[in-house]
Each structure stands twice: as structure tokens, then as C-alpha cells.
């Protein structure tokens, strides 16, 4: 049989494309498709020791490779002498770390060193370079390159996660990858690929020499290293047990820096303790002496728990709660005295930078209103800066002072020059009394008493929400005439443990309601057009996309990117089995809990709405099959739909192009079914 390459798939006819480009409005203040690969995202803030210096990322999309690219740049705390120090067109720097003396920033980068002149596939490897910039030295010489970093306090060593090497060292590099051969339970991941018997393990590397010693070993992962600040020893993440893929039970552990060193556990509680999925490292007390970190529930719930701060003593692992508030912390720092840890703690639609003291558990919010802290560091001096933006505002830095914020980057000036639409907070009921929240934007050329066709976006997850933060799709529609409706239904974070699980193994039932109560709500209010309604969203937000279509013939178009209506066909394509299993059971046997998560696939039959469906090739996150099997039952019911299928791409799209080529065909599709003829712009 003759199968089409998914290229192909990608195609839209050249008549759309026009027609969408030609949809754009004249006035050029508005947002558009292209000016979302003109954001600079804005990332992994490092303040020096002194907290006169913050070094940073800003990642722009390169033109030339169509890849985006990432660099680092410097900032004074007082917010002069703003510097790139990285310019690498072809290569990438992350994770940018002040030496003790802040002389010199190590990061890691994969450019290629002088002994990579040959190799097309370059790992990333830790370097280092001057302060006020010039010419990197590599540090790193790891065959699998280097996962993650942290710099010993002295400045003379690294701890250092590294996948075990592909094949022995005195072994040729094969003409063709060998076979992938696995036995383990979790065999897929859409960050690392393919899992076989290789592992992450921790690394101590001496900077002058560049010998690297390996301190951990076997059938497990080690991830997030912190040293001590006295250098006596390193904390990370792991899972343990006869099969650690089967559980969720992370664990804290810490070891002496020197070859032979024996680990030693810290945390023993029956559940999460500091899952990685939070990109927060254990964060040390300046005296050593204990470790903040972030404590979920038992298995059982999996994501659904909020997660609460927790810290440990180290010496003789007692761990408490300082704070324990129905609500999700992340990224915790400590005050330089001791006294107090900093930390981003999640409400209804927003995410502030909060002071936690430890002694009374008093919770004091540092910053304020609609806005979305996404992370933030402190130096030892106890200068604060904190990265977060708002709905007409992306990612910048600021410094945290009595006084309110100060900017300190502004990467995305340009946006000054444009019309931006801000979000409004709805309060609402379900069917069932739930109160709920929905957050509204309008179109940009919005007259009261007027209706409007409205775009109802529906979040990834589950347990996420939408928050007051920049949304660049969102911008598009305002300026193309549409009204956009984000609910936050049950399921959603910021509102409790209770709320979140909700859901729990009953997927497109309670949040279903809750997004239909938004629309009705929206239609009530004078705003959505009840006969131009669309529908759409990513990862869970495609999969509840599709519950929507199912259950409900209201919408008129919808788009399903990295979805699936078939969870019986996602078991063992995708990489949550564990989950699946602790949440639904197993499909052979817990046939009512699958057949309710398959409901838009097994009732096909009851969908009207044209519906575009999305995917990366290479997602092994939510697989293509979750949009190809959907696709296929509507093109069998002659429902007009489409499936685009993004060559190389993983679950979150990072191609230029892709991103934009994206945007431009949903409004198209959201164009050819909502908008009447003489819609403006």
C-alpha cells in the first residue's frame, strides 16, 4: 500500500493560505500571525552572589535556520548596561550560573568544541566564560552530553546528570542508529525519546582537569543537583524501588562530592517529593542545614493534588509544611538570614511571588492583581528580581523592592506600537451551582450591544488554568473580530484539591459542563454569537475539545491540536501508562473508565462540527494517533475536517514557521465557518 509522508499532509490549499493572510486588517498596531516569531521569551534568571549583576536567556526565532535560538544576556540590578553576551546562530545557551566570586558565568550551550569538528549531532556540554563576555571554554566532555549542572561554591567543581553513554568509549560511532531495544515499563518520553536500558545519573567534574567521576549508578533516574552551601554535599531527585517507572514516588537523596561516596535518602514520605515535571532543584538553607522542596500527594492523584512546600532537616529528616494552603507552590529560595523562603504560589487565574516565614507560616504576597510570576531568584544579599508578565505584557524581569516592581529587561518594546486586548475576570455558575471563572477578552473593535463571533479556547492538563499572562493566539483573534472565552472549569488548578479532582478518571463530564455554562454565560452577557461559536485548544485541551463536539452540536467549527478521542489507542503509544493505570485502571479490565475516556471516538457518529486536527510527528507526549484516529472518523462520516501533521515537531511546536503557519491556518478554519460575509477586519 502507497502511504503518504506526513508532509504532504501538510498542506493546505495555496487559495486558504491567501485568503487567511488577506483576512489580516490593514491597520498594522494589530497582532498578528507573524508577530508571534517576533516575542523574545525571556527565561532562567541568575543573580550574582553580590545581587549587583542578573545574567539571563532570550530566546527570538532565527530566520535563517527557522529554529528558534537562545542566548544569554546580562543586566545590572540598578537596570543599566543591559548585554548580550552570546551571540551563536547556530547553537543554543541555557542555564546560566554565577561563579561564588562572579567572575566568570557557566552555562550549558551545545555549540561545538574543537573536537566536535565532525559531528553533526552535537550534545549540549557545560561552559564557561567571562562575566562581561568573550571567547567560552568547554568544561564538559561527557558522551551523552550533559543533561543538567549546578557549580560547586568554591568554583571548582560540578555536579553534573548525564544519560549513560550510548556505547563504549574505544566504539565507532555505527553508519545507522542501532536497533532500540527495551524492556522497561515506561519506554517513551517526547523530551528524551526512545528509553532503553540507559539511565541519568549524577557526575562529579573537576573543572581544571575535566575528569568526570560518577557517584550514582543503576536502574534509575537522578535529576535537579543542588550543592550545599558549605560544598559538603549534593541533593537530587530520584525514584527508587524494584521498577521505579511503575510509581511516582520521587525522593530526595544527597551524597558526599567524591568518587565512592555513599548516598544517603532524605525524604521517606509515600509520594512525590519534588517531581522533576516542576523544574524546581531542592533549594539548600544558607546554612546547610535544610532543604525546601515541593511535596505532592500519595500516587493515587497523581497531578490532581496541589503542590505544598515542604522542608526537611538534613541532619535528621524531619520535614514539615510550613505553609499548607489548598493551593500550588514552586520554585522556592531562601532568605539570606534563614528566617523565610520565597516562593510562586497559584491563585484563581493569577500566580504571585510570595515570603513564606517559617516560623508562623504567615504568607505575605510580594506581588499583586492580575498577573503571572513564572519564576525568580534571590542573592545573598537579599536582592529579589521575579519573572512574570500579564495579559498584554510577555515574560520580562523586574526587581522586587518595597515599592512595587521595577523593570529591569524590556525585550518586547515593540509591542508598545501595538493595539493589545486585555482580559476581563467573569464569575459564573455550572449547571450544578459550581462557581466558576472565565477570563474574557474582546475584540479589538468591540461595540456594546453587539454580537460577536467568539472562540472558546479550553486548557491543557488537565490541572492547569488560564491565568492573566500574555497569550499570543489570543491577541490574533481580538484583531481579527473575534471574542475570546477561556474557561477555567473543574480540573482546573488555583482553586483547591477539591476542585482539581473533580475529574478525576470522569473526563469530559464535569468540565464539559462547566465549559458549556462559560458559553452560555458569554451569550447571555450580549457578547458570543450562539450561532458563531468555535472551539480549540492543545494537549487535554484538544482531548476535551473533542468531548465537547461530541456531547454538544452548538459550535460550528473547532480545532484539535495533540488530542485524542481514543484513549484505548493511546495506551502504550503515548508515555503515561503509569498514569492511565493509576487513574483509570487498566483497559482489560476497567472497560466503563475507558469507554467513558474514549466517548467522542466510540460516538462519533454524534458530531456535526468541522473540525481541523493537529499533531507533532514526533509527540510522544500525546501521539499523532489521537488526531489520525479522529480525523479518520470524521472524514468517514463526511464531517469537513483536516489533519495537519508538523514534521520533527514534539508536543509544543519550537519551529518558526510551524508556530506561525499554525496560527495563520486556525483562523482561517475559524474564518471559513464563523465569519459572514462583510465581517470586519
Known amino acids: 500500500m502507497h502511504r503518504r509522508h506526513p508532509v504532504v499532509l501538510l498542506a493546505l490549499s495555496l487559495v486558504a493560505l491567501l485568503a487567511s493572510a488577506a483576512f489580516a486588517h490593514d491597520d498594522d498596531t494589530r ?56 551571540r551563536t546562530p547556530d547553537s543554543n545557551e541555557s542555564r546560566p550560573q554565577w561563579s561564588a566570586d562572579g567572575r566568570f558565568i557557566a552555562f550549558l550551550s551545545d555549540r561545538k568544541g574543537d573536537d566536535d569538528a565532525s559531528d553533526d549531532d552535537t550534545k549540549a556540554q557545560v561552559w564557561m566564560m567571562p562575566a562581561d563576555g568573550g571567547e567560552a571554554r568547554r568544561l564538559t566532555h561527557l558522551p551523552s552530553g550533559v543533561e543538567d549542572f549546578v557549580l560547586a561554591p568554591d568554583g571548582r567543581q560540578l555536579a553534573v546528570i548525564a544519560f549513560d553513554p550510548e556505547r563504549p568509549a574505544e566504539a565507532k560511532k555505527p553508519k545507522n542508529p542501532p536497533p532500540i531495544v527495551t524492556d522497561r515499563f515506561q519506554f517513551k518520553d517526547d523530551d528524551d525519546g526512545w528509553l532503553d536500558h540507559r539511565h541519568k545519573h549524577l557526575y562529579v567534574v573537576d573543572i581544571d582537569s575535566g575528569k568526570a567521576s560518577l557517584l550514582t549508578a543503576g536502574k534509575h533516574d537522578e535529576q535537579l543537583p543542588a550543592w550545599s552551601p558549605d560544598g559538603k554535599l549534593i541533593a537530587y531527585v530520584t525514584k527508587r524501588g524494584d521498577d521505579p517507572d511503575r510509581h511516582l514516588n520521587f525522593d530526595i537523596y544527597v551524597i558526599a562530592p567524591q568518587a565512592g561516596a555513599k548516598e544517603r535518602q532524605l525524604t521517606t514520605f509515600p509520594g512525590s517529593d519534588l517531581d522533576p515535571y516542576w523544574e524546581t532543584r531542592p533549594a539548600w538553607s544558607p546554612d546547610s542545614s535544610h532543604i525546601a522542596y515541593l511535596q505532592s500527594d500519595e500516587d493515587h492523584w497523581i497531578y490532581y493534588a496541589p503542590w505544598q512546600l515542604a522542608v526537611i532537616d538534613v541532619a535528621t529528616g524531619k520535614a514539615s509544611l510550613p505553609a499548607p494552603i489548598d493551593r500550588c507552590f514552586t520554585k522556592p529560595r531562601w532568605s539570606p538570614d534563614g528566617r523565610s523562603v520565597y516562593a510562586l504560589v497559584e491563585q484563581a487565574e493569577a500566580t504571585h511571588l510570595s515570603r513564606i516565614e517559617l516560623a508562623s507560616g504567615k504568607l505575605t504576597e510580594l506581588t499583586h492583581g492580575e498577573r503571572f510570576d ?32 521595577r523593570t529591569l529587561s524590556d525585550h518586547n518594546d515593540w509591542l508598545r506600537g501595538k493595539q493589545l486586548a486585555s482580559a476581563e475576570t467573569l464569575h459564573l455558575k455550572s449547571a450544578d451551582g459550581t462557581a466558576l471563572d472565565a477570563l474574557l477578552i474582546k475584540p479589538l473593535d468591540y461595540v456594546p450591544g453587539q454580537r460577536y463571533p467568539t472562540i472558546v479556547r479550553v486548557h491543557g492538563g488537565p490541572v ?18 473575534y471574542a475570546v472565552l477561556a474557561v477555567n472549569p473543574r480540573g482546573s488548578s488555583g482553586r483547591g484539591f477539591a476542585f482539581a479532582k473533580a475529574i478525576y478518571a470522569d473526563w469530559g463530564n464535569k468540565d464539559a459542563q462547566d465549559v458549556l455554562a462559560g458559553v452560555d454565560h458569554a451569550v447571555r452577557l450580549g457578547i458570543a454569537d450562539p450561532q458563531r461559536l468555535g472551539v480549540g485548544g492543545w494537549s487535554y485541551g484538544a482531548i476535551l475539545t473533542d468531548e465537547l463536539i461530541a456531547r ?6 473547532a480545532i484539535a491540536g495533540a488530542g485524542s478521542g481514543n484513549m484505548y489507542g493511546m495506551y502504550g503509544d503515548d508515555e503515561y501508562a503509569r498514569e492511565y493505570e493509576l487513574e483509570l485502571g487498566t483497559p482489560w479490565d476497567h472497560r466503563a473508565a475507558w469507554d467513558r475516556a474514549s466517548y467522542p471516538f466510540l460516538h462519533a457518529a454524534q458530531i ?8 507533532g510527528e514526533r509527540d510522544f507526549n500525546v501521539p499523532c494517533i489521537g488526531a489520525e484516529q479522529m480525523y479518520q472518523a470524521l472524514r468517514s462520516l463526511r464531517i469537513p475536517t483536516e489533519l495537519v501533521v508538523y ?15 499554525r496560527m495563520e491556518r486556525n483562523l482561517a478554519w475559524y474564518d471559513r465557518f464563523l465569519k459572514r460575509a462583510g465581517d470586519a477586519p
Not at 47 to 73: E, F, K
Not at 465 to 481: I, K, L, R, T
Not at 552 to 557: C, H, S, V
Open 647 to 661: 514534521p520533527g515537531q514534539h508536543h509544543g511546536l519550537t519551529v518558526p514557521s510551524y508556530l506561525r503557519d
Open 374 to 405: 513564572t519564576d525568580l531568584d534571590v542573592s545573598s544579599n537579599g536582592r529579589i528580581v521575579v519573572l512574570g508578565g500579564d495579559d498584554t505584557h510577555p515574560y520580562e524581569l523586574a526587581a522586587v523592592e518595597r515599592d512595587g516592581l
Open 608 to 615: 456535526t462540527t468541522p473540525t481541523l486536527f493537529q499533531c
Open 552 to 557: 454538544d452540536t452548538r459550535f460550528k467549527a
Open 464 to 481: 492547569y488554568q488560564f491565568s492573566h499572562e500574555f497569550m499570543p493566539d489570543w491577541q490574533v483573534y481580538a484583531a481579527n473580530g
Open 31 to 86: 497582532f498578528t500571525a507573524a508577530d508571534i516569531n517576533r516575542l523574545a521569551e525571556i527565561g532562567e534568571p541568575a543573580l550574582s552572589r553580590d545581587g549587583q549583576l542578573i545574567v539571563y536567556t532570550v530566546t527570538t526565532a532565527n530566520p535563517d535556520r527557522d529554529q528558534p535560538q537562545s542566548d544569554l544576556w546580562r543586566v545590572r540590578y540598578d537596570g543599566t548596561a543591559r548585554t548580550q553576551l552570546t
